[in-house]
């Protein structure tokens, strides 16, 4: 029996590796090897011109296809091979055909080797049983949405709202902010929003939040960023205005909007990290921001101590059932599906029916 969550808090993410003895004792080779995958898959989605969005899907089969995964020994060798099976799972999903030879063959010139046509067709094969294997990972569930359509609903929205003739382009997936050589303000923001989201892609935030919670999280969090950048005097030429969107306004009823404040911190510590190879830094200069990486990273530093310190030490939202006997947070056999034994279930509500009744 097999229970999907599509999402997990945090805290039930550690808790899984830390269940996961085989990833726990090799996180460090995880993160490398992860690192190192999506700069490749990143670079290999912009010189295809595929659609940057598809790096969301593939990070979150990606990442909960490791988290899961009962042996991982197994699979440290083949990091590249699954970003490769992620990706083209992602491109199915989105409606977006590409060659799988021409993919495979670009993809391993990135990473400096040449292949044949036989190897090309060795590596379908690869990627094709990862495919399966990464499905089953999945539970066959397919309960998370793209974050990019909500981000350009919510900046619609909100421009709409203040009547600013600097609305948001429909066309942001284009890069095409730009009207001549100058920005509007709003235009300048929402191509931020737009670039810090396909950061957050390949952060954890793709397992912890649904797509309307990401969209609001990379507002946010772009906000923050502009209005500190823009308090810099060498950027007022452009007459930038803050942005001081109330984001409540898309959170239905009296539900807490502390999880915008969470999800920023954990961007901001993935931009401290990795500043240098983000979205964030090469649209900074495309907007024309004059920033050193050095004083880019002590401005985020001093943001998320601001940010830690509207963050409750306790969260009781965030508590986690540490049961043994959850199947939420059991890792998958990798082997288990050989003789058809698995059944995927979304609702626990109905298995724990089907147990109650067994029992009687």
Not at 79 to 99: C, M, P, Q, R, T
Request: glycine share 2%.
């Amino acid at each position: 029996m097999q229970l999907s969550k599509p999402y997990f808090t945090s805290r039930e993410i550690d808790v899984i590796t830390r269940k996961n003895v085989d990833l726990s004792q090799n996180i460090r080779n995880f993160k490398s090897k992860t690192k190192e995958t999506f700069q490749i898959l990143t670079t290999l989605i912009i010189k295809l011109k595929l659609p940057i969005r598809v790096l969301q899907n593939s990070s979150y089969f990606y990442q909960k296809f490791y988290l899961l995964n009962n042996n991982y020994k197994k699979y440290s060798n083949l990091h590249f091979e699954v970003g490769l099976a992620v990706l083209f799972i992602s491109l199915k999903l989105n409606d977006y055909i590409k060659k799988v030879s021409v993919v495979i063959s670009e993809a391993f010139t990135l990473k400096g080797n040449h292949l044949s046509s036989a190897d090309i067709e060795e590596n379908k094969k690869i990627i094709i049983s990862l495919e399966r294997k990464i499905l089953e990972f999945q539970s066959f569930d397919f309960r998370n949405f793209l974050v990019e359509d909500f981000l350009i609903k919510f900046l619609k929205f909100f421009n709409a709202e203040k009547q600013d003739n600097g609305e948001v382009n429909a066309n942001l997936h284009n890069g095409d902010t730009k009207q001549g050589n100058k920005l509007t303000s709003k235009k300048t923001f929402s191509y931020l929003s737009w670039c810090i989201l396909n950061d957050l892609y390949l952060t954890s935030l793709v397992l912890q939040y649904p797509a309307h919670y990401n969209a609001m999280v990379s507002i946010k969090c772009a906000s923050i960023i502009y209005n500190e950048l823009i308090k810099d005097a060498e950027n007022l030429d452009l007459n930038r205005k803050p942005i001081n969107w109330d984001l409540k306004k898309l959170i239905a009823g009296n539900k807490s909007d502390l999880f915008i404040i969470m999800g920023c911190n954990q961007l901001l510590e993935y931009y401290i990290d990795n500043i240098g190879i983000t979205f964030l830094k090469t649209c900074l200069a495309e907007l024309d921001f004059k920033i050193e990486e050095k004083k880019l990273v002590d401005l985020l530093l001093n943001i998320k101590i601001d940010l830690n310190s509207k963050i409750p030490s306790h969260l009781s939202s965030d508590n986690t059932a540490n049961s043994d006997d959850d199947l939420f947070f059991h890792t998958r056999d990798t082997d288990i599906a050989k003789n058809g034994s698995i059944r995927f279930l979304y609702n626990k509500q109905k298995f724990t029916d089907e147990v109650s009744m067994y029992n009687k």
